[in-house]
Antibody, heavy 121, light 106 residues
């Protein structure tokens, strides 16, 4: 079974930084694009970043471009999201999601349980 | 950016009802449209991809239709486990989710 386990969430002050990780198992990690999707409290889903299998191509939502960096380590089956310049509006549950294919223009077919990031002073 | 608009935002229904949720894209997304179900405190679950393809393990009472800009998710006979929030997502030009449709008990 596919398992995705996020970690690294917590409370951070505005302007601060945080690194999220997602440990993947149960599938060939290096064969699938991966993404991060977030959900602010009581709100809908927002995709924020996607990385293709090689890691050479990445995509970012305008809301996080220039502040967040997605990366992957195929040797360790790990997806990461480096977040800096955090704002109040970045407060959300962050989900790691496996894409349904090698490319980016596919849906997400497996999701982690999410990790909560709270940006507050 | 492609905007996705779902209607209604909230839907009250009873067990056994036929339920339809509409999703409209601000420009054509071809058939690159997915539907997800999310329950409170849980991660989303993929139901439908490519507008009408049923994800493995998803009950056949769920179906999707449409192409271009207009899409529909249908639940043929609502079950107690189906009370949840449903999201459409386009993945034709970047990725955009609809705002969600909450299906609640009537």
């Amino acid at each position: 079974d596919v398992q995705l386990l996020e970690s690294g969430g917590g409370l951070v002050q505005p302007g601060g930084s945080l690194r999220l990780s997602c440990a993947a198992s149960g599938f060939t990690f290096s064969s699938y694009a991966m993404s991060w999707v977030r959900q602010a409290p009581g709100k809908g889903l927002e995709w924020i970043s996607i990385i293709i299998v090689s890691g050479e191509t990445t995509y970012y939502a305008d809301s996080v471009k220039g502040r967040f960096t997605i990366s992957r380590d195929n040797s360790k089956n790990t997806l990461s999201l480096e977040m800096s310049g955090l704002r109040d509006e970045d407060t959300a549950v962050y989900y790691c999601a496996k894409m349904k294919g090698v490319g980016a223009y596919v849906p997400s077919d497996s999701w982690g349980q999410g990790t909560l990031v709270t940006v507050s002073s | 950016d492609i905007q996705m608009t779902q209607s209604p935002s909230t839907l009250s229904a009873s067990v056994g009802d036929r339920v339809t949720i509409t999703c409209r894209a601000s420009q054509s997304v071809s058939n690159r449209l997915a539907w997800y179900q999310q329950k409170p405190g849980k991660a989303p679950k993929l139901l439908i991809f490519r507008a009408s393809s049923l994800e493995s393990g998803v009950p056949s009472r769920f179906s999707g239709s449409g192409s271009g800009t207009d899409f529909i998710l249908t639940i043929s006979s609502l079950q107690p486990d189906d009370f949840a929030t449903y999201y459409c997502q386009q993945y034709n030009l970047y990725w955009t989710f609809g705002q969600g449709t909450k299906v609640e008990i009537k």
